[in-house]
């Protein structure tokens, strides 16, 4: 069975920094990209940005761009999203998916709540 | 680029049909054959249910059928069953570095 499994839910403060991660499997972890969505409470999912696991090559959405940083690890077959000076804005699940080309994201990971708050 | 548009709620009765609209651009919907519907459930990560505009992943039910006219997209359930009411988003591909979702539409089935 395909799978993503995302780490646990974190609470942490503005400034902090914070990485989580996604790891796959049940399929050839560099035969497809990983990409990272946020989801905010109430709203579509936002699409982050993307990884190859074989050179870890990354496109980021603009939106985005200079904000987060993803990884990867082939040994652990992992992907991270990281940031460096956490907002209280970034408070939202955020969600790792296999990209299968075009706007085709599957399957999905559980989700990982991050919550931001002095 | 603007999230695609969807309206916030539809509903309809067991074994009646709903179709759920998306509208986006000519630079988006209207320019690719990207487009792609998924089905989330509260507290649940979102399920792929069609892809390029028509495809249903293998294991997803007949019931969910997809189309395309011009900038908008349509996604119709039918013979609704309790089990489909969900929250419903549409996505476009709109080049590498861009990645449309609707706002989702609320599906309550009566």
């Known amino acids: 069975e395909v799978q993503l499994v995302q780490s646990g839910a974190e609470v942490k403060k503005p400034g902090e920094s914070l990485r989580i991660s996604c790891t796959a499997s049940?399929?050839?972890?560099?035969?497809?990209?990983i990409t990272w969505l946020r989801q905010m409470p109430g709203k579509g999912p936002e699409w982050m940005g993307k990884?190859?696991?074989?050179?870890?090559?990354?496109t980021y959405s603009p939106s985005f761009q200079g904000h987060v940083t993803i990884s990867a690890d082939k040994s652990a077959n992992s992907v991270y999203l990281q940031w460096t000076s956490l907002k209280t804005s970034d408070t939202a699940v955020y969600y790792c998916?296999?990209?299968?080309?075009?706007?085709?994201?599957?399957?999905w990971g559980q989700g990982t709540l991050v919550t931001v708050s002095s | 680029q603007s999230a695609l548009t969807q309206p916030a709620s539809v509903s309809g009765s067991p074994g009646q049909s709903i179709t759920i609209s998306c509208t986006g651009s000519?630079?988006?919907?209207?320019?690719?054959?990207?487009v792609s519907w998924y089905q989330q459930r509260p507290g649940k990560a979102p399920k792929l249910l069609i892809f390029?505009?028509?495809e249903r992943p293998s294991g997803v039910s007949s019931r969910f059928s997809a189309s395309k006219a011009g900038n908008t997209a349509s996604l119709t359930v039918s013979g609704l069953q309790a089990e489909d009411e969900a929250d419903y988003y549409c996505s476009s591909y709109a080049g590498s570095k861009v990645l449309l979702f609707g706002g989702g539409t609320k599906l309550t089935v009566l």
């Open positions: 000519s630079g988006d919907i209207g320019a690719f054959n990207f």
């Open positions: 998916a296999r990209w299968k080309g075009g706007s085709s994201f599957d399957p």
């Open positions: 049940g399929y050839s972890f560099t035969s497809f990209w």
């Open positions: 390029e505009v028509t």
């Open positions: 990884i190859d696991p074989t050179d870890s090559y990354t």
